[in-house]
């Protein structure tokens, strides 16, 4: 019966849903601007709906629906995402969706990284997708006219054009992984910047790279604990031992707390991009909402949000999970604030369940430690010389 009712209600909520959907104005569109840096665009009408794209302060939407929370955005034909109301300022009503030209583009090679400048009037939505080792940037509501546009220095890896609607498409095409990539915005439109393949020597592949770690939690946020023990200081304590044994392989390391203290997300995220980061490894032990469910899962598991990035999230689960002995809890796909960055290539590591007696006891071993910190080394080595070993 319970199950009937549910299944009753469910199909019948999204229906509703719709049909409650204003139109913004006796026009169409009502012009949107973005109140804050990190704002999200959902696809659905809910703060916990999948994240498709971040935008910056300023950026402007065109909305065509909406319902109490919630904005529709029709970012290109019929495709649909939500902005939260009390995230956008609405500057007006206006009958048809504006577009902007894009005024120059220009490239800039440096030593490690191509840079574009997209110079556009406004900042337009936009979607990074990556397709095997190429990089495909879209920024909506923005055309290309070769006649009117300047185009300065272009390199061959670089192709652009104008899609369906208005739409302008940027790629990137490489024949190594992708190591990172970041939009940022210009004081005209956007400045879009693509790492290049680290030359890996595959005797030391962690010679000059640079890896930010993250020991999850701190201060008051004590993270996950059981049998008297806290996961902050776990992590902090094998985050530490972790950046021993990277120096000592020749990595630049960088954590973005050294005591115990609360530290934003955000400014996490904020550090090892200011850091100038390859690499960024969010330090975990993990647990269950209930503590009974410990039967249920074990082990060592990592979490990549960014595709770059899954190659990293699987060598350091194999690697862990071999020195370890622990059980496979996978590599996961998960939005987190620490997963989510596409610069430095970004992962979250359990080194294993601080609930589960056997896992604890390893986990809080200082011996132990510096196997698991050793093994999280190895992982990131075997990335490297996986992706980029054969490069040069
Ligand atoms: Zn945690």
């Given at each position: 019966?319970?199950?009937?009712?549910?299944?009753?209600?469910?199909?019948?909520?999204?229906?509703?849903?719709?049909?409650?959907?204003?139109?913004?104005?006796?026009?169409?569109y009502a012009v949107l601007e973005v109140l804050?840096?990190?704002t999200?665009?959902?696809?659905?009408?809910?703060?916990?709906?999948?994240?498709?794209?971040?935008l910056f302060k300023d950026a402007v939407l065109f909305a065509?629906?909406?319902?109490?929370?919630?904005y529709?955005v029709?970012l290109?034909?019929?495709?649909?995402?939500?902005v939260?109301?009390?995230?956008v300022e609405v500057q007006g009503?206006i009958?048809?969706k504006r577009f902007d030209?894009?005024?120059?583009?220009?490239?800039?090679?440096?030593?490690?990284?191509?840079?574009?400048?997209?110079?556009t009037p406004s900042k337009s939505a936009f979607?990074?997708?990556?397709?095997?080792?190429?990089?495909?940037?879209?920024l909506f509501d923005n055309?290309?006219?070769?006649?009117?546009?300047?185009?300065?220095?272009?390199?061959?890896?670089?192709?652009?054009?104008?899609?369906?609607?208005?739409?302008?498409?940027?790629?990137?095409?490489?024949?190594?992984?992708?190591?990172?990539?970041?939009?940022?915005k210009?004081?005209?439109g956007?400045?879009?910047?693509?790492?290049?393949?680290?030359?890996?020597?595959?005797?030391?592949?962690?010679?000059?790279?640079?890896?930010?770690?993250?020991?999850?939690?701190?201060?008051?946020?004590?993270?996950?604990?059981?049998?008297?023990?806290?996961?902050?200081?776990?992590?902090?304590?094998?985050?530490?031992?972790?950046?021993?044994?990277?120096?000592?392989?020749?990595?630049?390391?960088?954590?973005?707390?050294?005591?115990?203290?609360?530290?934003?997300?955000?400014?996490?995220?904020?550090?090892?991009?200011?850091?100038?980061?390859?690499?960024?490894?969010?330090?975990?032990?993990?647990?269950?909402?209930?503590?009974?469910?410990?039967?249920?899962?074990?082990?060592?598991?990592?979490?990549?949000?960014?595709?770059?990035?899954?190659?990293?999230?699987?060598?350091?689960?194999?690697?862990?999970?071999?020195?370890?002995?622990?059980?496979?809890?996978?590599?996961?796909?998960?939005?987190?604030?620490?997963?989510?960055?596409?610069?430095?290539?970004?992962?979250?590591?359990?080194?294993?369940?601080?609930?589960?007696?056997?896992?604890?006891?390893?986990?809080?071993?200082?011996?132990?430690?510096?196997?698991?910190?050793?093994?999280?080394?190895?992982?990131?080595?075997?990335?490297?010389?996986?992706?980029?070993?054969?490069?040069?």
């Amino acid at each position: 019966m319970k199950k009937t009712l549910v299944l009753l209600l469910l199909s019948v909520i999204p229906a509703l849903a719709v049909e409650e959907l204003k139109d913004v104005g006796i026009s169409k569109y009502a012009v949107l601007e973005v109140l804050k840096d990190n704002t999200p665009l959902r696809e659905k009408a809910d703060e916990y709906a999948t994240r498709v794209t971040h935008l910056f302060k300023d950026a402007v939407l065109f909305a065509d629906k909406q319902n109490d929370n919630y904005y529709r955005v029709e970012l290109k034909d019929g495709k649909y995402v939500w902005v939260n109301k009390k995230q956008v300022e609405v500057q007006g009503i206006i009958p048809e969706k504006r577009f902007d030209n894009i005024e120059k583009i220009s490239f800039k090679q440096e030593r490690d990284r191509y840079i574009a400048n997209i110079n556009t009037p406004s900042k337009s939505a936009f979607i990074f997708k990556e397709a095997g080792n190429s990089l495909n940037f879209t920024l909506f509501d923005n055309r290309f006219d070769p006649t009117e546009a300047e185009v300065k220095n272009k390199e061959d890896n670089f192709k652009f054009a104008n899609l369906i609607s208005n739409e302008f498409n940027l790629e990137y095409e490489s024949y190594t992984p992708l190591f990172g990539y970041i939009a940022q915005k210009a004081e005209k439109g956007y400045v879009v910047t693509i790492k290049k393949s680290p030359k890996i020597n595959v005797k030391k592949p962690l010679k000059h790279i640079k890896i930010v770690i993250d020991p999850g939690h701190g201060g008051d946020e004590k993270g996950a604990t059981a049998f008297n023990l806290e996961e902050k200081t776990i992590n902090l304590q094998i985050s530490k031992k972790l950046k021993n044994e990277l120096k000592k392989r020749g990595a630049k390391v960088y954590l973005t707390r050294t005591k115990d203290k609360k530290v934003g997300l955000y400014e996490r995220t904020a550090y090892a991009l200011q850091k100038d980061a390859d690499i960024l490894l969010s330090i975990h032990q993990n647990s269950l909402p209930n503590p009974k469910d410990v039967y249920k899962k074990h082990g060592v598991g990592t979490y990549f949000y960014n595709k770059q990035a899954e190659p990293l999230a699987r060598n350091i689960k194999d690697s862990l999970k071999e020195a370890t002995g622990f059980k496979d809890d996978g590599v996961n796909y998960a939005s987190f604030a620490l997963t989510r960055p596409t610069l430095p290539v970004s992962v979250l590591v359990e080194c294993g369940y601080i609930i589960d007696a056997d896992e604890a006891g390893y986990i809080s071993n200082e011996k132990k430690q510096k196997i698991i910190a050793k093994a999280i080394v190895k992982g990131v080595e075997n990335y490297l010389v996986e992706s980029f070993g054969n490069s040069y």
